[in-house]
């Protein structure tokens, strides 16, 4: 399973960006598809999470900013990103729990970088 990222550079504060990652290969199903990130210095943290059903959870961070949406037709999953501000600078990783022939696992993608500057 390959998850392929696009999306990120660098924005002004209070601009925007919109992150797609696709995931393919031998993929039976998708349950949870998200987005991660890591901050210089800091430890990779959760910004948001669809479920197969659609149902979704933010960082406090976020809320009211991002929207994550899927594609589950392409396997696809997006992150917009509203409103940006300097403190979003990070490198921006997709995340699918994937289930295959060989069991279900975590998948990531090879990160995006996003930088918002002042």
């Known amino acids: 399973v390959q998850l392929v990222e696009s999306g990120g550079g660098l924005v002004q504060a209070g601009g925007s960006l919109r992150l797609s990652c696709a995931a393919s290969?031998?993929?039976?199903?998708?349950?949870?598809m998200g987005w991660y990130r890591r901050a210089p210095g800091k430890q990779r943290e959760l910004v948001a999470r669809i479920t197969s059903g659609g149902s979704t959870n933010y960082a406090d961070s976020v809320k009211g900013r991002f929207t994550i949406s899927r594609d589950n037709t392409t396997n696809t999953v997006y992150l917009r990103m509203n409103s940006l501000e300097p403190e979003d600078t990070a490198v921006y990783y997709c995340n699918s729990e994937t289930e295959t022939a060989w069991g279900n696992r975590a998948y990531w993608g090879q990160g995006t970088q996003v930088t918002v500057s002042s």
């Open positions: 290969g031998s993929i039976f199903s998708i349950d949870a």
